[in-house]
């Protein structure tokens, strides 16, 4: 059962590093973090079910779906890394 889904390995790898990014961003934008952990769990969830449902219809596009995936994740954890650079700045001018 767990090799089916060896060609999504990254994403779930992936995944996980796109929630801490994204939470990062709300903590950086001053989300309130119950809200906050509560829809990352809600989502976590939604894509679990996404996921068993549609993986068997998913399995010849993994490799696209891989590549977006990471393309996203990395565009995700470029605009974190500005957003929070750009807060530090911010703050740091204000002291």
């Known amino acids: 059962m ?3 889904f060896m060609p999504f390995i990254g994403l779930i790898i992936f995944g996980n590093i796109e929630n801490l ?3 990062s961003q709300g903590v950086v934008s001053g989300v309130n973090p119950k809200i906050l952990g509560g829809l ?8 679990l079910i996404i996921g068993t449902v549609a993986t068997n ?4 596009y993994a490799n696209i779906i ?3 995936g990471g393309l996203a994740i990395f565009l995700l954890g470029v605009k974190a890394v500005y957003d929070a650079l750009k807060h530090m700045r911010s703050t ?3 002291e």
């Not at 219809?57 to 010849?60: F, G, K």
Request: proline residues 0%; hydrophobic residues 65%.
């Open 57 to 60: 219809v998913a399995m010849q």
């Open 2 to 4: 767990l090799g089916e």
């Open 40 to 47: 990352s769990i809600l989502i976590v969830i939604l894509w």
């Open 66 to 68: 891989t590549f977006i």
């Open 21 to 23: 990014i994204l939470a």
């Open 92 to 94: 740091r001018g204000s």
